[in-house]
């Protein structure tokens, strides 16, 4: 009984610092690049061209990491993953916070970017060896909601202070390190390979399977590309296009983050829609949501709603993803939900490069209408109509719900 008791404190001890770690490496160090682009843009001279490749550049080492932190994980060396995370976060942040050019600023980001990816797959394997398997499911939930604490604290740092972007990257880069040992110093570190739970670099099932997996690999692509317009280019538009104040813009991405805590929810709208009508109706919110953003963006109210829509229908539609995984293979829906999650940043990365292009030579509204476009073209990659079956239906709303140990939804 008190080992028990022992387990379940430092179960929650590790579930605080993970919560931290997300909400540092995510909502920080990876979407702060968005957070801060107009002072970016101000202080280097950044063409909305440039720093849409700046932002693909944060999201393709994202994947990188993702990949390479899979592997250390199923090898034993989570705990090692972990500070990969941490330190790559930190390292990032101050290479950020000390640029004296654009080169070296999309360096930092790129690097600062890649801590998210390695994030994941530690703390995944931290709370399956740390907590008890009957609070596992929630645990791995309260860790994932770090992303959008980590994006209401940047806006309440943007209210604060919104001309000290220089000394808020540092101070992320030493929140980076201190939490990152807090988890470590949390975690009760299992020492099997390829423990349940953990996350395979390897892919769902047959990777070889182009017919299984690629509906819903097309379909998070083309997602991806859509939300990458308000998650790069959200509050620039905002402030450059609707020439709203900073301490406004700050606000909004409060709206941004906190939204996102609600999204989900997805459990609950599987399980009441089905997927097919789940996956159609997250991705046309948020569409609209970037449309409604692009036609008034000098509005606070209607930019207000517009980033609360799309907050909420982000994390929701990456809560479908995790469902979709599970739905097509079960045995393979960890495999299969790092691959949908990875083809969602894929998407993020390729369509930070032409967004950014399309608002240099034409505008941002119109960048964003694009945006907004890709999301509604990816409605049409959902299941061509809904597959029956009682098992089936119970694994997609298990999934969903964030009932599969090991394969958290996750704002990505």
Same mark, same amino acid.
């Given at each position: 009984?008190?080992?028990?008791?022992?387990?379940?404190?430092?179960?929650?001890?590790?579930?605080?610092?993970?919560?931290?770690?997300?909400?540092?490496?995510?909502?920080?160090?990876?979407?702060?690049?968005?957070?801060?682009?107009?002072?970016?843009?101000?202080?280097?001279?950044?063409?909305?061209?440039?720093?849409?490749?700046?932002?693909?550049?944060?999201?393709?080492?994202?994947?990188?990491?993702?990949?390479?932190?899979?592997?250390?994980?199923?090898?034993?060396?989570?705990?090692?993953?972990?500070?990969?995370?941490?330190?790559?976060?930190?390292?990032?942040?101050?290479?950020?916070?000390?640029?004296?050019?654009?080169?070296?600023?999309?360096?930092?980001?790129?690097?600062?970017?890649?801590?998210?990816?390695?994030?994941?797959?530690?703390?995944?394997?931290?709370?399956?060896?740390?907590?008890?398997?009957?609070?596992?499911?929630?645990?791995?939930?309260?860790?994932?909601?770090?992303?959008?604490?980590?994006?209401?604290?940047?806006?309440?740092?943007?209210?604060?202070?919104?001309?000290?972007?220089?000394?808020?990257?540092?101070?992320?880069?030493?929140?980076?390190?201190?939490?990152?040992? =807090?988890?470590?110093?949390?975690?009760?570190?299992?020492?099997?390979?390829?423990?349940?739970?953990?996350?395979?670099?390897?892919?769902?099932?047959?990777?070889?399977?182009?017919?299984?997996?690629?509906?819903?690999?097309?379909?998070?692509?083309?997602?991806?590309?859509?939300?990458?317009?308000? =998650?790069?280019?959200?509050?620039?538009?905002?402030?450059?296009?609707?020439?709203?104040?900073?301490?406004?813009?700050?606000?909004?991405?409060?709206?941004?983050?906190?939204?996102?805590?609600?999204?989900?929810?997805?459990?609950?709208?599987?399980?009441?829609?089905?997927?097919?009508?789940?996956?159609?109706?997250?991705?046309?919110?948020?569409?609209?949501?970037?449309?409604?953003?692009?036609?008034?963006?000098?509005?606070?109210?209607?930019?207000?709603?517009?980033?609360?829509?799309?907050?909420?229908?982000?994390?929701?539609?990456?809560?479908?993803?995790?469902?979709?995984?599970?739905?097509?293979?079960?045995?393979?829906?960890?495999?299969?939900?790092?691959?949908?999650?990875?083809?969602?940043?894929?998407?993020?990365?390729?369509?930070?490069?032409?967004?950014?292009?399309?608002?240099?030579?034409?505008?941002?509204?119109?960048?964003?209408?694009?945006?907004?476009?890709?999301?509604?073209?990816?409605?049409?990659?959902?299941?061509?109509?809904?597959?029956?079956?009682?098992?089936?239906?119970?694994?997609?709303?298990?999934?969903?719900?964030?009932?599969?140990?090991?394969?958290?939804?996750?704002?990505?």
């Amino acid at each position: 009984m008190v080992k028990r008791s022992l387990r379940q404190s430092s179960g929650t001890r590790l579930v605080v610092a993970g919560l931290t770690v997300i909400a540092v490496t995510y909502g920080l160090a990876r979407y702060g690049y968005g957070l801060y682009l107009p002072e970016f843009r101000a202080a280097f001279g950044l063409s909305a061209g440039t720093a849409g490749v700046v932002a693909a550049g944060s999201y393709g080492g994202y994947c990188a990491a993702s990949v390479l932190a899979g592997r250390l994980v199923i090898r034993g060396r989570a705990r090692a993953t972990l500070w990969l995370a941490g330190g790559s976060a930190a390292l990032g942040c101050l290479l950020v916070a000390a640029a004296w050019s654009g080169a070296v600023l999309a360096l930092g980001a790129l690097i600062a970017g890649s801590g998210a990816g390695a994030a994941t797959p530690a703390l995944v394997a931290a709370v399956a060896s740390t907590v008890p398997p009957a609070g596992e499911p929630r645990a791995q939930g309260v860790v994932n909601s770090g992303t959008g604490a980590g994006v209401v604290a940047g806006g309440l740092l943007v209210l604060a202070a919104p001309d000290a972007w220089r000394w808020s990257w540092v101070g992320f880069a030493a929140v980076a390190v201190g939490v990152t040992w =807090w988890a470590d110093r949390s975690a009760r570190w299992g020492s099997t390979p390829g423990a349940p739970g953990t996350p395979t670099p390897t892919g769902p099932g047959d990777p070889g399977s182009f017919r299984r997996w690629g509906r819903p690999l097309l379909a998070a692509v083309l997602a991806g590309a859509g939300c990458a317009g308000v =998650w790069t280019f959200g509050r620039d538009l905002v402030a450059g296009e609707g020439g709203l104040p900073d301490r406004v813009t700050g606000l909004l991405w409060c709206v941004l983050g906190a939204a996102g805590l609600l999204g989900g929810a997805s459990g609950v709208l599987v399980a009441r829609v089905g997927l097919r009508r789940a996956w159609i109706s997250t991705v046309v919110v948020a569409g609209g949501a970037t449309a409604l953003l692009a036609a008034r963006p000098g509005d606070a109210v209607h930019a207000g709603v517009a980033l609360a829509c799309f907050g909420g229908a982000f994390v929701a539609l990456t809560g479908v993803l995790l469902a979709w995984a599970a739905e097509r293979d079960a045995t393979a829906a960890p495999g299969g939900a790092v691959v949908l999650f990875v083809g969602l940043t894929v998407g993020q990365a390729a369509g930070a490069g032409l967004l950014g292009a399309v608002a240099g030579m034409v505008s941002p509204p119109v960048a964003f209408h694009v945006a907004a476009g890709l999301l509604v073209l990816s409605a049409g990659a959902a299941e061509p109509r809904e597959r029956t079956g009682t098992r089936t239906a119970e694994r997609v709303r298990a999934a969903a719900a964030g009932e599969r140990p090991g394969v958290p939804v996750r704002m990505v």
